[in-house]
């Protein structure tokens, strides 16, 4: 009879730990959100500013906007929280959209410096406030046909941002879709700049995903409206994010090892998947996200990849504003704190869309954070008065 051996536990694991190489658990951490800055918000005849839309970029003279100060306010509550220990192990910070309130240059510029004083990276999200500039007097002209639309003022003052973002994390170059592209649901068809985006960190897959209306808003009688509004679109056409983020979701997803991640995918976007499409703000009726029909063609898509959807976060919403959702079952305020729904239609549950208060009335950052050793993530945190 041989020889016979008695391998314990221990032994056995540590022989296999020289043989297969078993990767060390990744460190939780988090990144912070701010949303809704609406930069230039009250300012005398809606001009932030030096006078008119084309301003040159100039604030001086509009340093006290309560918005911008709200702003200021939120980002030095983050740099004090990273200077203190960062004990919350924050890795960047994420902006949903709405930076300023009409798009101004000077609104565009005082928002961009205000951000580049934070201690960490930060991600621009595009909102429907800062697609076409405009004041109480003046706004951005129409367009010519096949001409360069008036959201090309964000994409070259924010262009620097998505940069060195991009050099910061070490993000590869094909993390951002290009633009822009022809657009053929404007009024002129002229072209758009869709800042559509996705990247790996953390052990987590984050798109960046851009929605906003490009038409510009009812203007003639009895309504006489500037900028956009704030309907959601899809854009469901070549160069369009609709196409951009299915031709994305499922090529990343077509990927073994990212399959076995799990439920690793974060959905950063101005306008929360399950959107009303019209509401009662004040006394008038708006248009606030996807329409119907939209809004079913987004859930049979994520439906076939639910199992992989960690979590939606969009702002777009104000806490303290009195809007009244038009749909059954949601005719009541919007809740002063965060709003957590399900993308759901015919009861099909998708994945949780939270809409993160806004900065404008006051100064809000939400934390997220995130364990990637188990796709574990609490948002409940958040940074306030």
Not at 62 to 68: E, G
Not at 344 to 362: A, D, E, R, S, W
């Amino acid at each position: 009879m041989g020889r016979q051996y008695r391998i314990t536990t221990k032994r056995w694991y540590t022989w296999f730990k020289r043989k297969v190489k078993i990767p060390a658990p990744l460190e939780p951490w988090s990144f912070a959100i701010i949303t809704d800055p609406h930069v230039g918000l009250d300012a005398p005849n809606k001009d932030f500013g030096a006078a008119g839309w084309n301003d040159n970029g100039d604030y001086s003279n509009s340093m006290n906007n309560k918005a911008l100060q709200n702003l200021i306010s939120s980002v030095s509550k983050i740099n004090d929280k990273i200077t203190n220990g960062n004990p919350d192990n924050i890795k960047f910070v994420v902006v949903l959209g709405d930076f300023t309130d009409s798009a101004e240059l000077s609104e565009l510029h005082a928002a961009k410096d205000t951000l580049n004083q934070l201690k960490v990276p930060w991600l621009p999200i595009v909102g429907n406030h800062d697609v076409w500039p405009y004041t109480g007097d003046t706004e951005c002209p129409m367009p010519t046909t096949g001409g360069e639309g008036p959201d090309q003022y964000f994409n070259k003052v924010f262009s620097d941002a998505y940069q060195n973002f991009s050099i910061k994390l070490g993000l590869p170059s094909t993390w951002k879709e290009p633009t822009p592209v022809l657009n053929a649901e404007t009024d002129t068809h002229y072209k758009s700049y869709f800042q559509n985006l996705a990247f790996d960190y953390g052990g987590f897959h984050f798109i960046g995903l851009d929605f906003n209306n490009r038409k510009h808003a009812i203007a003639s009688p009895p309504f006489f409206f500037k900028g956009v509004s704030g309907t959601a679109n899809l854009y469901d056409f070549n160069g369009g994010s609709w196409s951009w983020f299915k031709q994305h979701l499922s090529s990343y997803l077509n990927i073994t090892d990212n399959r076995s991640k799990g439920k690793n995918t974060i959905i950063l976007s101005h306008h929360p998947f399950e959107c009303p499409y019209t509401g009662v703000y004040e006394v008038s009726i708006v248009s606030l996200g996807f329409s119907p029909e939209e809004k079913e063609s987004i859930t049979n898509f994520l439906n076939n990849y639910k199992d992989y959807l960690c979590i939606q976060f969009s702002g777009h919403y104000h806490p303290g504003d009195k809007i009244y959702f038009l749909e059954p079952s949601k005719r009541e305020p919007i809740i002063q704190y965060l709003m957590h729904s399900y993308l759901f239609i015919f009861h099909k549950k998708v994945m949780p869309c939270v809409t993160i208060p806004g900065n404008l009335n006051v100064p809000w950052v939400q934390i997220v954070k995130l364990d990637p050793n188990n796709n574990s993530i609490d948002y409940q945190q958040h940074l306030s008065q």
